[in-house]
């Protein structure tokens, strides 16, 4: 998939595949790679200094998806990329990228998610704040 323009390389992380990772089929589950997305949103959001908090406002998955290009099996450790744009008012996006470490050349899956900014108390959406998109536009690398 080619990255859109107005998406920016903000955040990388690795992490290792774990044996409990694979399914029967001897490959990495497939709703395991919406974990692998999640912990580096999570990831990005503790390297901008803006851990999430349940009480107060904060980024909320409204859809996410997945494409499966190549399988991932155990051992290993994967680097998963997170890139950022197409802003809104209260929303922006991501996209994620999986390559193992030891081949670093190949991306093994491809997905994202829309994530919209929540007043978790009143739980409907919030503007973005200003500084908070001009973090998101911040490389963590």
Known sequence: MAVP?????VHRVRM????????AMGHVN???????FEQARIALFEAMGCPPDPSGTG?????????????LRYPGDIDIDTLVGEFGRSSFH???????????EAVMAEGGAK??????QIERSAPLPPEMRKRLMT???
């Open 5 to 9: 323009e107005n998406y920016s390389l």
């Open 16 to 23: 290792p595949i774990r044996w409990g990772d694979m399914d």
């Open 30 to 36: 497939n709703t395991v790679y919406f974990r692998y």
């Open 59 to 71: 980024p909320v998955i409204i859809s996410a998806h997945c494409t499966f290009l190549r399988q």
């Open 94 to 104: 991501t996209i994620h990228r999986i390559r193992r470490v030891d081949d670093p």
């Open 115 to 120: 994530v919209v900014w929540v007043d978790q």
């Open 139 to 141: 490389s963590y690398l």
